[in-house]
């Protein structure tokens, strides 16, 4: 095997590896989409039914910046 192909072959699996990675990435992403998806819905029917004061609501809220932000981060990687 001539010292091209033997590169050649190392950047296959350095793409590899990236391609792996991103699917990762994207696959938390949706995962975190999602969820603020059923958080939210959970917010409307709670916010329905009146029960404004419901600590629930105030677990939703935070739970849906956390999500928020580490998607933000996930994106951030995927620029690099």
Not at 10 to 25: F, T
Request: without cysteine; proline residues 0%; aromatic residues 4%.
């Amino acid at each position: 095997m001539s010292e091209s192909e033997k590169m050649s072959e190392s950047e296959k699996d350095q793409l590899i590896d990236a391609q792996k990675e991103v699917i990762g990435i994207l696959f938390e992403v949706i995962k975190r989409l999602q969820t603020n998806n059923d958080l939210d819905q959970e917010y409307f029917e709670i916010m329905q039914k009146g029960d404004k004061n419901n600590k629930r609501i105030q677990d939703i809220i935070n739970e849906r910046e956390e999500n928020s932000k580490i998607v933000g981060r996930l994106l951030e990687q995927l620029e690099t």
